[in-house]
């Protein structure tokens, strides 16, 4: 299973992102899909989680400004990102849990995509 984002780059400012991930391979359902994000030196940080029943979660930088979402049919998370800011920089990792057609549960994250947000 892979799991490919995309959608980031550079905004200004007060500027929205829409980010994308896509989860291919043997995949028999997708539990958890999150955002994370890691600047450097820093520890990867969780920014919005959700569930495949529909719950979501977020950190307190991002609620407010950010929304996770999830098509389940087409195995994708996105992460819509309004009003953001310097300290928002950072590379983006979607991550997810989930279950193959062996019926196992695994880890897997994404390459990462990088948002620049300029003052």
């Known amino acids: 299973v892979q799991l490919q984002a995309s959608g980031g780059g550079l905004v200004q400012a007060g500027g929205s992102l829409r980010l994308s991930c896509a989860a291919s391979?043997?995949?028999?359902?997708?539990?958890?899909m999150d955002w994370y994000r890691q600047t450097p030196g820093n520890q990867r940080e969780l920014v919005a989680a959700s569930s495949r029943g529909g719950s979501t979660n977020y950190a307190d930088s991002a609620k407010g400004r950010f929304t996770i979402s999830r098509d389940n049919t087409k195995n994708t998370v996105y992460l819509q990102m309004n009003n953001l800011k310097p300290e928002d920089t950072a590379v983006y990792y979607c991550?997810?849990?989930?279950?193959?057609?062996?019926?196992?549960?695994?880890?897997?994250w994404g390459r990462g995509t990088q948002v620049t947000v300029s003052s």
């Open positions: 991550h997810a849990v989930a279950t193959n057609i062996a019926r196992s549960q695994f880890t897997v």
């Open positions: 391979g043997s995949i028999f359902s997708i539990n958890n």
